[in-house]
Structures are given as C-alpha cells and as structure tokens.
C-alpha cells in the first residue's frame, strides 16, 4: 500500500510537470521497459531511442491513467505500441509480409557464449537472441502473441491485419525459431 501511495505521488508530479517526478518513474520503469523494446528492435541505440519516445507519450498522457490497472501494464502496451509504430515508419508495412527472406542471420561472432552464462540466463538469452533474428513481421506478432499475452483479434486489430495473417506468421516464426536454433544451438536441451 504504501509503494501504491508513493507511485501515485511520483504519476501526479508527473502531470504537475516535475521533472524530478519524472526521472523517478523513469528510472523506476526503465529496465522492464528496455526489454519491451528490445524484443521489437534489433539494436539497442534504436530500443533507447524507441522507449524514449514511449516515455514521452507516457508523461503526455498520465492524466488519463486512473489507478483502476496496474501501471506498469498502461505504461508496457505504450512502450509496445511505440515499438511497432517505430517499425512501421522503418519499412511501410511489414507485418503484411510472409517472406522468409525477411529472415536475418547472424554471424558466429554474435553467438551468446555459453561457457559464462549459467543454463537458465543461458536458455533465456539464447530464446531473446533467436526472436531478434526472426523478420520485422514475424518478431511482431511472435512477441504479442507470447510474451504480451494478444489474441489473434487482438494483434490483428493493433497491426491492421487479419486474424489469418496474424496466426500465419506466428506459426511461420516458431518454425523459424525452431530452424534457427536447431542451426545455431544444437546443444541446447529442450
């Protein structure tokens, strides 16, 4: 109750335009929100400036959060909805796209060395590298379905496209997941 009491005096400086109100609850929310936006963008200069962005909104429209949800989930669907507007600007829709070579490969060098990475980190790590590597359109839908917890209606609604597609290219990415690790990382235990 009383962090609750605290995150509502840190969101109402917030709307007051504090900017110490507003570097708290950035640095409050920063990490979770870097690794919402690492699972849409392939590098991290474009996921800092993609959550920099989000966070913008974010101030801009603290006024209209009521405390009924959790925050953190309001400011999470801003940051998401951010990233995937950043990818429609980068190309002019790629969520309508179906072509494996969209798929990128990475080089050995960019392989996750296994040998300082303990099984689970090491499992977790290798999942998030695999997902970067799928294409714009699959990554997008692939992160909204599993790890944002979107229906299909849902995602189709949020990128302009049909259920159809939406179920196409996730079941496309989990075969490209599963085709870049049985290439890349053949030692892991499934």
């Known amino acids: ?6 995150l509502r005096e840190i969101v109402e400086g917030c709307i007051r335009g504090e900017r110490r109100s507003q570097e708290a609850l950035f640095k409050q929310f920063y990490g979770k929100m870097m ?3 690492m699972r849409y963008m392939t590098d991290r200069d474009t996921a800092q400036e993609v959550l920099q962005e989000a966070f913008l909104k974010v101030f801009d429209k ?3 959060f009521d405390f009924k949800g959790s925050l953190e989930g309001w400011i999470r669907r801003i940051v998401a909805n951010t990233a995937i507007d950043a990818l429609r600007k ?3 829709n790629p969520f309508l796209s179906d072509q494996d070579t969209d798929f990128k490969q990475a080089g050995r060098d960019e392989l996750v060395e296994r040998e300082e990475l ?3 980190d090491l499992k977790a790590e290798i999942a998030m590298e695999a997902i970067s ?3 714009p359109a699959y990554r997008t839908v692939f992160n909204l379905f599993v790890l944002e917890d979107c229906s299909h209606k849902e995602i189709a609604e949020l990128l302009g496209i049909s259920e159809g597609t939406s179920k196409s290219n996730l079941a496309k990415a989990k075969m490209n997941l599963q085709r870049i690790l049985n290439e890349k990382f053949v030692n892991i235990d499934r």
Do not use: G, P
Not at 1 to 6: A, F, G, L, R, T
């Open 1 to 6: 109750m009383e962090n609750q009491d605290h």
């Open 35 to 37: 690794v919402v936006c």
């Open 62 to 64: 603290l006024d209209v």
């Open 90 to 92: 980068a190309k002019r």
């Open 118 to 120: 303990d099984t689970i």
């Open 133 to 135: 590597k799928l294409s």
